[in-house]
């Protein structure tokens, strides 16, 4: 009909101008949908294929060839077979098919998550003769949202565990102090310690810390850095261990600033940390705080079992499966941990 129309109508100014803006509006959609980066995928009301862009090769692995002609079902996954069929259904009723989000199938058999907007395609006459399809990958949207479910997960998890461990504290300083001054004070510099731990999750998105961090951030209250030596391979630990490692050297800091090289008086500490593994056994972690006193104290200086103690001698190894050791001498105190390297690297528990 188009080219009888022309043939009768050749030479008229008006009809050759609308013809000519046509197919350079033509033209134009022809090139945004070759270059757009979503799958462009066009189909009759059969849910046969007719058209099949650059970006929906890209996205399902099939050829323009080897698509057209097929019926669209082919991306669908068996389960998700009655989506088709209720968009056929809302396509020959005219209506749009608001975005909604959806899995498909890819040549190769992998899964994609995607967002889908159909739309009716109509002739001349205003009668729906096909359904255009706009599919674009998701697939990153949706592996962030998975990470993040995951940290609120791990968040969640943490933070019950810093609930049990304030408990623990409060319990275990309150059995100590002899003043509720002195209860208020145990109990805040332990909770700021925490915080400082949690302050090098936040900064890992909880993924963890290096020993020699976790190290330096818990001396920073007591300064004379110049005394202290931190040494050993790079190593990261898990978020578990963070907390229970800056719980020990909080406490270790602690003792030292009261009554030993961090209070002022001379001597060295130096906090150091190895790998050790033999045969085929699996790799263990050694770490050890040696301070070293410049004149002796007098006599060995042996207290009482405090929250401290508990901490060096039962909480952190019992949580990061391993053994620990204290010797306290009129010359020295030396906390060594030995532990699982699958202990301190990997989450203990299933979050």
Request: with cysteine; glycine share 8%.
């Amino acid at each position: 009909m188009l080219e009888v129309g022309l043939a009768r109508n050749v030479g008229h100014p008006r009809l050759m101008t609308e013809i000519s803006d046509g197919r350079i509006i033509e033209a134009r959609l022809a090139a945004i949908i070759e270059s757009s980066f979503d799958a462009v995928i066009g189909k009759d009301l059969n849910s046969i294929i007719t058209d099949w862009n650059p970006a929906a090769e890209r996205l399902f692995g099939y050829t323009q060839a080897e698509a057209v002609g097929r019926s669209i079902t082919m991306l669908i996954p068996d389960n998700l077979l009655d989506e088709e069929t209720d968009i056929i259904r809302r396509i020959r009723a005219n209506e749009r098919v608001e975005t909604f989000e959806t899995i498909r199938v890819r040549k190769d058999g992998s899964r994609v998550n995607v967002s889908i907007t159909v739309s009716p395609i109509t002739n001349a006459d205003g009668q729906v003769v096909g359904a255009s399809k706009v599919a674009r990958d998701i697939s990153p949207l949706k592996q962030s949202e998975r990470r993040i479910r995951l940290l609120l997960r791990e968040i969640n998890h943490r933070v019950k565990n810093q609930y049990a461990v304030i408990l623990a504290m409060m319990r275990e300083t309150g059995r100590n102090a002899h003043s509720i001054e002195e209860f208020q004070n145990k109990l805040g510099e332990r909770i700021t310690a925490l915080a400082a731990s949690h302050d090098l999750l936040v900064k890992s998105d909880w993924s963890g810390s290096t020993l020699a961090a976790i190290a330096k951030e818990q001396l920073v209250p007591f300064g004379h850095e110049d005394r202290v030596t931190v040494s050993g391979p790079l190593i990261s630990v898990s978020s578990t261990a963070v907390q229970n490692l800056g719980m020990a050297f909080h406490e270790l800091g602690t003792n030292s600033a009261k009554y030993g090289v961090l209070s002022g008086r001379g001597g060295s500490v130096a906090i150091s940390w190895e790998l050790l593994q033999e045969g085929g056994e699996a790799a263990t972690l050694r770490v050890c705080w040696d301070e070293r006193f410049d004149p002796p104290l007098e006599g060995e200086g042996k207290r009482g079992k405090g929250f401290g103690t508990v901490v060096l001698e039962r909480v952190t190894p019992q949580a990061l499966g391993g053994r620990a050791q204290v010797e306290h001498t009129s010359d020295r105190i030396c906390w060594t941990l030995t532990a699982p390297m699958a202990e301190l690297v990997g989450e203990p528990d299933d979050v």
